[in-house]
């Protein structure tokens, strides 16, 4: 009986802890066709608005996973409280791990490439480059493919468009949208369509997932729409470990790259 309940906790523990993730808001979904794996996927976004200063931590991104959706590629583009960056990302949901790429401050309004490339059956591993195009500056890095519990390695195959992190609606991008633009995705090399389907985690501030057509999704909110629960807030922070020590760093990390940027400008 006890061992039975373990197993039951076990099993709902492993349900629970995938993607999509507790913390993600909207988001737009796609998979390459069966047998096929992910070689290539980019797309184009504009830096928002700033949302007013706060302890508020909250990223629009895309990225791939792969089809037991524990291995998570991702160009990011966070908000810390007090500025914008970008970098790339790679979360392991087992064992857990996290690899960030270095971090550069971004300003409002800077255009964003992200791509995310397969460097072939041979390497098992993806490229991964967040480029702000305004300033040229681009951060990337190399992350190898998982081995499945098989002894094969895994195949990337699902496609995610999302905005993430539970924060109070005033302190979100004051332009409520942001257009995901240009996405190109090839699965074996070949360029497909993504038939998107959208989909809501946490339903807060009214965010709303919208497939414009397979090359563009937009991602809509509400600055003065229906408030998060406390529930969600503390849902949303259990699933970014160390949320809050993190986040007082990264807005310590944000003003020293600020500074030794605007002094490289000089
Ligand atoms: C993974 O992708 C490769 C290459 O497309 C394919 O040959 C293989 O069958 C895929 N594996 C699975 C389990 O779908």
Not at 221 to 241: E, F, L, M, R, Y
Request: contains cysteine; glycine residues 6%.
């Amino acid at each position: 009986m006890q061992s039975a309940l373990i197993v039951v906790a076990l099993v709902a523990a492993v349900v629970v802890a995938q993607d999509p993730a507790p913390g993600w808001l909207a988001y737009a979904t796609a998979s390459c066709p069966a047998g096929t794996r992910i070689t290539h996927m980019e797309a184009k976004w504009t830096v928002g608005q700033n949302p007013p200063q706060s302890f508020a931590f909250f990223s629009p991104w895309f990225g791939i996973d792969t089809t037991d959706n524990l291995n998570l590629l991702q160009p990011v583009n966070p908000w810390f409280g007090t500025g914008w960056s970008m970098y790339t990302e790679y979360y392991q949901w087992s064992p857990s791990h996290n690899k960030d790429s270095t971090q550069y401050s971004v300003s409002a309004g800077d255009q964003l490439f992200g791509q995310i490339t397969f460097n072939g059956e041979s390497e098992q591993s993806y490229t991964l480059k967040q480029t702000d195009v305004t300033t040229g500056q681009t951060s990337e890095m190399v992350i190898p493919v998982q081995v499945g519990s098989d002894g094969q390695h895994k195949n990337y195959t699902v496609q995610y468009i999302v905005y993430e992190k539970v924060a109070q609606c005033n302190q979100y991008p004051p332009d409520q949208k942001v257009v995901f633009n240009d996405i190109k995705v090839l699965c074996n090399g070949v360029q497909v369509q993504p038939q998107w389907t959208t989909g809501i985690v946490e339903q807060v501030c009214d965010f709303k997932a919208n497939a414009i057509s397979p090359s563009q999704v937009e991602i809509t909110w509400n600055i003065d729409g229906v408030p998060p629960t406390q529930k969600a807030i503390d849902h949303s922070a259990q699933s970014a470990k160390n949320y809050r020590v993190d986040n007082v760093a990264r807005y310590r990390d944000i003003k020293k790259m600020k500074k030794e940027q605007e002094k490289k400008q000089h």
